[in-house]
């Protein structure tokens, strides 16, 4: 189905956060602390305030109020600790884009600063156990022996693998307009991918309750989980709002959301897996050291994918952390799973090379009868399925496993595969429907950050109410509306979809009207192991006098359940395949040993793929009926799309070189490296 | 952005004469308006030369005489370039993006600035943007930077695609100044950054480039070629301009050889070429003559994989370009 | 500085600070939201308009060294109610997922278009090219999408060439 909002964004008219016409409005500017941690000894603002069209400047030295308890990465100007270079530490307000930033530029800040340290290894000094990984699993697992299973393995592999910091960069940069109204009500047009949950944040943050704030996000430019948790745009247009009393408009430059707006962490991943002769794994052990802030805690949950993949009597999965001076990490679409299905399926393509084995082979060798932690049993699982459609459709029978062999000219060609997992949730949402002007409009706080959640909802309903879609229209983005769970975990439309077929059978029932709440009925969801699968194939071209990878085919055939609706699905697929692609080639943000913060803070140095990358992706689906799902059988599809791209790709550059790159991403230099 | 006074040259000699101290020129305004945005140039006037009739691009005898504000789409789509110049009009066509050529000038594309994060990044130090504060590049960021010719205050790299291909062309840069006007053979605009990194070309203050003008085509075969992570819109690696004429008994009679993105200037490989002329066009005198070019290089811990890179390149080109 | 452009056909005079950018001057002043901003350096093409017919980063553009253009937004490609062919394409083929990019991705098809001349890829430089889609992946690489609709953007904008 087309999406129903596609007029309106091929006609320029769809409006965004920053651009919602406001009468008087000011613009606000962030000053970005210039030291890795230390702390602010002088703010002199003397000379910015005479700068033309100032209006204030809000800083540690004179604090806005906020709530005691808020989020540390929102608590603007409380402190003049200083945890990361680029935290705010101030902040312009003035009549004009142009005068704010002007001014911005001329506040003078006095550090004290202190020794930072902003390097990841395995090896630090101050690595630990969090309690839990998010979003709330155990932090480690171990069942049976692995070390006798991997003594009594005829093959192993001990392999680690590096994966960088990466930038979510959505199209639209992180924005905020907010607005007071004399009884002291905020209305803040939000880059937001939840309106209910960045409502409760900025309440929170201000100390107010939550009926007195109000955030829209109608349209949102992307997010991929960096608009998933509240930013400090949103809480800096409120408080410069509440200080100047008129409308604040601030939009994020591309620079500052390197530094503000989240990241996914790097990570350092061992991988240890025995397998028997038969290509059965005898162990499996699964460890990752990442980073957070000295702020936050944020535990990527990268090994989880171990407890999901493959059956294995004896399996140990961990996490560390250690806390750095950096900003804190945050969720990049598939957080957890991409980055750890990186390195499970690289070293499950190693294990076929030391095993003998076709890679299509082992992984349905292993394929489990019951979650291999815990031995719950899947609503569906149809990683098989994947496998065999994929290698069917890719022609993979016709390759000979031999690496570095086959040569067009100067490129090396070689193909690779990886299998795919996310899970498939849901959380409790509201929705109501109603009956106007005789068609039937639906409610729901939910976000369409690109998904196509809007298009996918009116499709839902129009089917539970018996109807066509063009009767339906879905209300979303609006805190106002009932109250509904983020877009994000892939679990945006199974949430509310659930409520808006509540909803809508209430109506039918009712003949006006339908609202629904699904926190009893998702009380009882059966107690299963409900996941998504896939299998990924790249075709890759290695150049042997440039190292330049090119890929030439990429496929994705997954399942995840019943499809809403198949335009929107192979969009979602080739989108988080495509960023699995820049993952794999060309996306890296290094980290600023000397002075902290980020380096290749835009989009000339931050390389995310462009048109020409992209030439033959593929995606393709396997019909699911599950029906322990949800209303519809669906699956999220948001991110299992780039949930073993960059391990196919980088086992497809291995077929094709000979050369293993453990640390992404794939770079020409690194595949020249083994020439020196 | 620090506030500026806006004004239109009326032509070239006026520029010249209007030009004052914290004045720039504006051509397509690709990269200062960029600049601008990062405070890294701060004008107090900016003199907008972009309409100045220096547009044509023309025949004269046998060469070629491009105007300075000619921009790189109609560059790389005129036909005398496109027939005589292949070379030129490739490399044009693999910089930026289609957005971007169609407004970036001649001219600008010579005098943009090196894409080092430090030098774009003021709250970090430079010697480039603020001489002696230090060069953090040699110690930290330095993938995409120099191996030849870079000093102990600079390694930065020339980011520039035209100006390797007007390198290996021995293009000739038409400047008009308070001295008078004056021609500026290429490679020689840039210079190396030495003690003086901050100077990227051997320009004066309120010299005004007027155009470029392309000698003959040299004999023989071409070939522009960038090596990028991304299929396109990057600044190069590494990349080559090539010509190479092989004479009827198989040995060199004459050979052009540029790089880009090795060096402060695009970096004319004389030794390679001095190497390779009157002796054989084989794979073996092309290696050799590669690495004779490097034997020069001095590259850093995390930039050293673009001496095979260059290497690799060389020999690959040259292959190519043979009979 | 006053300036004087046509936006989408109609004349605008306009009082600018001359650190204003074109794109900024449409979003803030001008009321023209179509035109997006993605990085402000020209590294996205987010906020591709046309500029005297060609495509151009407006965030590059001073607004008072384009004084007397004429520029065309996204805004303007629409003939009242009728959809420009490369806008019904972009919604049949699905060719965008958030629409952040969208506009600057027609802006720069449209332009791409009426552009003659060779590209990076194309194998004899002495002929224009057809527009493959191989072409079109080329010249459309100075608009990134993040939501990664590049290979329907491509079908939709191959399907609107001649």
């Not at chain 1, 190693?350 to 292993?366: F, T």
């Not at chain 2, 100044?177 to 500026?184: E, Q």
């Not at chain 3, 989408?8 to 002043?29: F, H, I, Q, Y």
């Not at chain 3, 791409?112 to 004899?124: I, Q, R």
Request: overall charge negative.
């Amino acid at each position: 189905m087309n999406r129903v909002e596609g007029r309106v964004k091929v006609t320029g008219l769809a409006t965004y956060a920053a651009e919602y016409p406001a009468e008087n409005v000011a613009y606000a500017y962030p000053v970005q602390a210039q030291i890795a941690k230390g702390r602010v000894k002088r703010i002199d603002v003397a000379q910015a305030l005479e700068l033309p069209g100032v209006l204030a400047v809000l800083s540690c030295e004179d604090p806005p109020r906020v709530a005691e308890d808020a989020d540390p990465e929102l608590a603007l100007f409380q402190r003049r600790d200083v945890a990361y270079r680029g935290q705010f530490v101030a902040a312009v307000v003035a009549d004009t884009y142009e005068n704010a930033r002007a001014a911005a530029a001329a506040v003078r800040v006095d550090y004290d600063p202190d020794d930072h340290d902003v390097r990841l290894s395995a090896d630090h000094p101050g690595l630990y156990r969090p309690d839990v990984v998010n979003p709330g699993f155990p932090t480690d697992t171990a069942k049976g022996d692995v070390e006798a299973g991997l003594a009594q393995a005829a093959t192993t592999v001990d392999v680690t693998y590096e994966t960088p910091v990466l930038h979510n960069n959505p199209m639209e940069p992180h924005a905020a307009l907010a607005f007071w109204d004399a009884e002291g009500r905020l209305l803040v047009y939000d880059t937001a991918q939840g309106a209910s949950g960045s409502r409760a944040a900025i309440a929170k943050t201000l100390g107010l309750p939550p009926d007195r704030v109000r955030v829209v996000s109608r349209h949102v430019g992307g997010g991929f989980g960096a608009k998933g948790t509240t930013r400090p745009q949103a809480v800096l247009a409120a408080l410069a709002a509440r200080e100047v009393r008129r409308p604040v408009k601030i939009a994020l430059t591309r620079h500052q959301m390197f530094d503000v707006t989240g990241y996914r962490t790097p990570t350092i991943q061992r991988v240890r897996i025995g397998a028997d002769a038969e290509g059965r794994l005898t162990a499996l052990e699964h460890v990752a050291y990442e980073q957070t802030s000295t702020l936050l805690e944020f535990a990527e949950q990268t090994a989880v994918v171990g407890r999901v993949m493959y059956a294995t009597p004896n399996l140990r999965t961990a996490h560390r952390l250690v806390r750095l001076d950096v900003s804190t990490p945050s969720w990049m679409r598939a957080p957890g799973e991409c980055p750890g299905m990186y390195a499970l399926e690289s070293a499950m393509d190693e294990l076929a090379y030391a095993a003998g084995l076709d890679p299509v082979e082992l992984r349905v060798r292993n394929d489990p009868e019951t979650e291999p932690e815990g031995g719950l049993p899947f609503s569906s699982r149809n990683l098989v399925g994947c496998l065999r459609e994929g290698a069917r459709r890719f022609g993979w029978e016709r390759r000979d496993p031999a690496p570095g062999i086959r040569r067009e000219g100067e490129w090396l060609v070689g193909t690779g595969v990886a299998a795919s997992t996310y899970p498939a949730r849901r959380m409790p949402c509201q929705a109501v429907a109603t009956v106007r002007d005789g068609d039937f409009l639906v409610q729901v706080a939910a976000a369409d950050i690109g998904t196509g959640a809007r298009t996918a909802l009116t499709r839902i309903a129009a089917g539970a109410l018996g109807v066509a879609p063009d009767r339906v229209h879905v209300e979303l983005g609006d805190s106002d509306l009932p109250r509904a769970p983020v877009a994000g975990g892939s679990m945006g439309t199974a949430s509310w979809g659930s409520a808006v077929v509540r909803a809508c059978e209430e109506l039918r029932r009712d003949g006006r009207e339908g609202r629904a709440d699904t926190t009893e009925e998702i009380k009882r969801d059966a107690e299963l192991a409900r996941h998504a699968f896939g299998a990924q194939f790249a075709e890759v071209r290695v150049s042997s006098v440039t190292g330049e990878v090119r890929v030439s085919r990429l496929l994705g055939v997954f399942a995840a359940g019943h499809i809403v609706d198949a335009k929107l699905a192979r969009s979602q697929f080739l989108g988080g395949m495509t960023m699995g692609m820049g993952m794999a080639l060309m996306e890296e943000t290094p980290i600023d040993e000397e002075f902290g913060g980020f380096l290749h803070r835009d989009l000339a140095q931050y390389h995310v793929p462009v048109c020409a990358d992209a030439r033959h992706v593929e995606a393709v689906w396997l019909e699911e009926h599950d029906d322990a799902l949800n209303p519809m059988g669906s699956k999220g599809i948001g991110e299992i799309g780039i949930v073993g791209t960059a391990a196919a790709i980088g086992n497809a550059v291995f077929h094709a070189t000979g050369h293993r790159v453990r640390e992404l991403p794939i770079t020409p230099a690194k595949i020249l490296a083994p020439r020196f | 952005m620090k506030p500026f006074e806006y004004a239109r040259a009326t032509g070239p000699a006026e520029a010249v004469r209007d030009y004052t101290p914290g004045t720039m020129y504006l051509g397509g305004g690709t990269n200062l308006v960029d600049l601008m945005k990062l405070g890294v140039a701060e004008p107090d006037r900016l003199l907008d030369v972009s309409r100045l009739p220096l547009d044509g691009i023309e025949e004269a005898r046998d060469r070629v005489r491009v105007g300075a504000t000619v921009r790189n789409t109609d560059l790389a789509a005129h036909p005398l370039i496109r027939a005589r110049y292949p070379m030129l009009a490739r490399a044009v066509l693999t910089g930026a993006s289609g957005q971007v050529r169609n407004v970036a000038t001649v001219a600008g594309n010579l005098l943009q600035r090196t894409r080092c994060t430090y030098f774009q990044d003021v709250t970090r130090p430079c010697n480039k943007r603020r001489p002696g504060s230090g060069c953090p590049a040699i110690a930290g960021d330095h993938a995409n930077l120099a191996i030849l010719g870079a000093s102990d205050a600079c390694v930065a790299t020339h980011p520039s695609d035209l100006a390797v291909a007007l390198a290996a062309l021995d293009a000739e840069v038409h400047v008009t100044g308070p001295g008078g006007d004056r021609i500026v053979p290429m490679p020689g605009l840039h210079r190396l950054p030495g003690h003086e990194p901050e100077r990227d070309t051997v320009l004066a203050p309120g010299d005004l480039i007027t155009g470029v003008e392309l000698p003959p085509p040299p004999p023989g075969a071409s070939l522009y070629r960038k090596v990028r992570e991304r299929a396109s819109f990057a600044f190069a690696l590494v990349s080559i301009a090539a010509v190479l004429d092989v004479a009827a008994d198989g040995t060199v009679a004459d050979c052009r050889i540029a790089l880009g993105g090795v060096a402060h200037v695009p970096w004319r490989a004389e030794r390679a070429e001095r190497a390779l002329i009157g002796g054989p066009a084989t794979g073996e005198a092309f290696l050799q003559a590669a690495e004779a070019e490097l034997e020069q290089a001095a590259p850093l811990p995390r930039n050293a994989y673009k001496v095979p890179l260059a290497r690799n390149l060389i020999v690959a080109t040259l292959e190519e370009l043979a009979p | 500085m006053n300036i004087t452009l046509q936006v989408n056909g109609a004349p605008r005079t306009v009082d600018v600070d001359p650190r204003m950018s074109l794109l900024d001057l449409l979003r803030e002043r001008l009321g023209l939201i179509g035109a997006k901003k993605g990085c402000d350096h020209g590294q996205c093409g987010a906020c591709t308009v046309l500029i005297d017919g060609r495509r151009a980063n407006s965030c590059l553009a001073l607004a008072v060294a384009v004084d007397g253009s004429e520029v065309t937004t996204v805004e303007g490609l629409a003939s009242g109610d009728d959809l420009h062919p490369l806008q019904a394409a972009f919604i049949e083929h699905d060719a965008f997922q958030c629409g952040y990019c969208t506009p600057g991705q027609l802006c720069s098809a449209a332009g791409m278009l009426g552009e003659p001349g060779p590209s990076a890829v194309t194998e004899d430089l002495t002929v224009d090219p057809g527009l493959t889609p191989e072409e079109i992946a080329e010249r459309m690489s100075g608009n990134l999408c993040r939501c990664g609709a590049y290979v329907n953007i491509v079908s939709a904008i191959g399907e609107v060439t001649p």
